[in-house]
T-cell receptor
Framework: DAGVTQSPTHLIKTRGQQVTLRCSPKSGHDTVSWYQQALGQGPQFIFQYYEEEERQRGNFPDRFSGHQFPNYSSELNVNALLLGDSALYLC???????????????FGEGSWLTVV | AQSVTQLGSHVSVSEGALVLLRCNYSSSVPPYLFWYVQYPNQGLQLLLKYTTGATLVKGINGFEAEFKKSETSFHLTKPSAHMSDAAEYFCAVSQFGNEKLTFGTGTRLTIIP
C-alpha cells in the first residue's frame, strides 16, 4: 500500500518564478492538506482540499493556490516566488469517512523548494 | 484559536536514560493531540495520538504520552533512550482529528552514547 507520495523531491527556482508541487494521497484517503515547514520551524498549515474544493485555509497569501483532481491527487502552486518561500512543503492525507477520532493524518516525504 | 508550546528546543539524554519531551497546548474545545517524529531530510511520522478515553496513550518505538487536562499538557516519554531515537519531535493539536494541525516549534533530541 503506497503511502503519500510527493514530487519533485527537490527543486530550485528563481525569485519571481512560479512552481507546482504534486501529491498523491494514501490509498483510500480523499482529503489532502498542504503544510510549509521553514528551516528550524514546525509545519504551518497552508490549506486543505476535499471534494475538489478548498475547505480551510491558513494564513498564507493568495500567491499560494491549489487544486484537487477527481482521483484525489492535489497540486500546490506558488506564484511570484520570494526568497522566503524556501522551505519543505509537506502534503498530508486523511479520510473524512473515518469515525471522528479514528482518523490518522499521514504525511509524505516532502518537496524541498529553494528560491534563489 | 489553538496553539502548542514545546519547552526546550534541544534536549540531550544519555543512551538508556529516560526521555521526556514537554508539550503544552491551548484549545477552546476538547483537543485532539499528536506527537510526530521527523528524521533528517524526511517527512513526519506519527508516534501517537490522543482523541478521547484513556489519557495514557502508547505509541510506536516504546513512546507514550499522558493527556493531563488540568495542566493542559501532553508530554512525551520513553523509559530508555536508544541511539535511533535521535530526531526532531513535534507536538500538534487539532480540533476534530482530521482538521488542520497546529504544530509546536519542535524539540531536537540528541542521544549521547
Amino acid at each position: 500500500d503506497a503511502g503519500v507520495t510527493q514530487s519533485p523531491t527537490h527543486l530550485i527556482k528563481t525569485r519571481g518564478q512560479q512552481v507546482t508541487l504534486r501529491c498523491s494521497p494514501k490509498s483510500g484517503h480523499d482529503t489532502v492538506s498542504w503544510y510549509q515547514q521553514a528551516l528550524g520551524q514546525g509545519p504551518q498549515f497552508i490549506f486543505q482540499y476535499y471534494e475538489e474544493e478548498e475547505r480551510q485555509r491558513g494564513n498564507f497569501p493568495d500567491r499560494f493556490s491549489g487544486h484537487q483532481f477527481p482521483n484525489y491527487s492535489s497540486e500546490l502552486n506558488v506564484n511570484a516566488l520570494l526568497l522566503g518561500d524556501s522551505a519543505l512543503y509537506l502534503c498530508a492525507s486523511s479520510s473524512r469517512f473515518v469515525a471522528e477520532g479514528g482518523n490518522t493524518i499521514y504525511f509524505g516525504e516532502g518537496s524541498w523548494l529553494t528560491v534563489v | 484559536a489553538q496553539s502548542v508550546t514545546q519547552l526546550g528546543s534541544h534536549v540531550s539524554v544519555s543512551e538508556g536514560a529516560l526521555v521526556l519531551l514537554r508539550c503544552n497546548y491551548s484549545s477552546s474545545v476538547p483537543p485532539y493531540l499528536f506527537w510526530y517524529v521527523q528524521y533528517p531530510n524526511q517527512g513526519l511520522q506519527l508516534l501517537l495520538k490522543y482523541t478521547t478515553g484513556a489519557t495514557l496513550v502508547k505509541g510506536i518505538n516504546g513512546f507514550e504520552a499522558e493527556f493531563k487536562k488540568s495542566e493542559t499538557s501532553f508530554h512525551l516519554t520513553k523509559p530508555s533512550a536508544h541511539m535511533s531515537d535521535a530526531a526532531e519531535y513535534f507536538c500538534a493539536v487539532s480540533q476534530f482529528g482530521n482538521e488542520k494541525l497546529t504544530f509546536g516549534t519542535g524539540t531536537r533530541l540528541t542521544i549521547i552514547p
